[in-house]
T-cell receptor
């Protein structure tokens, strides 16, 4: 199984809503990542979890809250988002958080904030 | 600072022809890994090819090959016998520590 799954595929939320994005992998990978991607732009790193611990937070606003309940699951909790947060949110995983290992990406969640 | 540059925002190629996508990068590291990722329209990003900087031999994966020039910090991707399914955004990237640093991308269209 070389798949990273993400749910939901699409999400529309108002600025006062609270929602969560979910990411799952069963490849035994110990590093997981959240990226934000705008149209025709490269992914921008948001968070990195290494061995279920947050290792990198790229100065992301607190309205985005990551969580890694176990080694297979990664969540991104959303609260009080702004319209400019509308984007494709990608999850990725790699075998270990080291430069030798490529990342496997999920299909993404298309988020629209109204 | 580590940077990746892709100087061709958009390219097109006739089906069955060969196309080369360029990428340059800047790093002070001596040992690193370079990647080309492909993101088809509305589909997920996948790894195309990977190159270890300490290896002089250029990586090859079927129709995809790279021209890695370490001294020039250049890492171009050649796609041979282009197919319609090669239409996608292509991102050059390199990995340092826990992070992948992506270039801005090249949008490739394969024309029938």
């Amino acid at each position: 199984d070389t798949e990273v799954t993400q749910t939901p595929k699409h999400l529309v939320m108002g600025m006062t809503n609270k929602k969560s994005l979910k990411c799952e992998q069963h490849m035994g990978h110990r590093a997981m990542y959240w990226y934000k991607q705008k149209a025709k732009k490269p992914p921008e790193l948001m968070f990195v979890y290494s061995y279920e611990k947050l290792s990198i937070n790229e100065s992301v606003p607190s309205r985005f809250s990551p969580e890694c309940p176990n080694s297979s699951l990664l969540n991104l909790h959303l609260h009080a988002l702004q319209p400019e947060d509308s984007a494709l949110y990608l999850c990725a995983s790699s075998q270990l958080p080291r430069r030798t290992y490529e990342q496997y990406f999920g299909p993404g969640t298309r988020l629209t904030v109204t | 600072a580590q940077t990746v540059t892709q100087s061709q925002p958009e390219m097109s190629v006739q089906e069955a022809e060969t196309v080369t996508l360029s990428c340059t990068y800047d790093t002070s590291e001596s040992n690193y890994y370079l990647f080309w990722y492909k993101q088809p329209p509305s589909r997920q990003m996948i790894l195309v090819i990977r190159q270890e900087a300490y290896k002089q031999q250029n990586a090859t994966e079927n129709r995809f090959s790279v021209n890695f020039q370490k001294a020039a910090k250049s890492f171009s991707l050649k796609i041979s016998d282009s197919q319609l399914g090669d239409t996608a955004m292509y991102f050059c990237a390199f990995m340092i520590d826990d992070k992948v640093i992506f270039g801005p991308g090249t949008s490739l269209s394969v024309i029938p």
